[in-house]
């Protein structure tokens, strides 16, 4: 069974960016789409964007469009997430998912 694991997390400055990825492992991802989601502290899992496996076809949140980016490298199977003009409400676990498979999570943390 394919695993999930998210890198890339971090502390950074309100307005600065980071880009997140999520590795397949184990097995390629199957044609499912790939979504991320965030948990902030205290709150329920928010959704955040999607991307299709093929076609480069992607989705958001309205409170990410215009800043952050889905994309992936199929060779790679690896999806990223490039987050820009991050702001502090912006802080949370961010998770990817595909299919039935969650990966672990990585943590953003932005300061203002």
């Known amino acids: 069974q394919v695993q999930l694991i998210e890198s890339g997390g971090g502390l950074v400055q309100a307005g600065g960016s980071l880009r997140l990825s999520c590795l397949a492992s184990g097995r390629t991802f199957s044609t499912n789409p790939t979504d991320w989601f965030r948990q902030a502290p205290g709150k329920g899992l928010e959704y955040v964007a999607s991307i299709m496996y093929t076609g480069g076809f992607t989705n958001y949140a309205d409170y990410v469009k215009g800043r952050f980016t889905a994309s992936r490298d199929n060779a790679k199977d690896t999806v990223y997430l490039q987050m820009n003009r991050l702001q502090p409400e912006d802080t949370a676990v961010y998770l990817c998912?595909?299919?039935?498979?969650w990966g672990q999570g990585t943590q953003v943390t932005v300061s203002s």
């Open positions: 998912k595909s299919g039935p498979v």
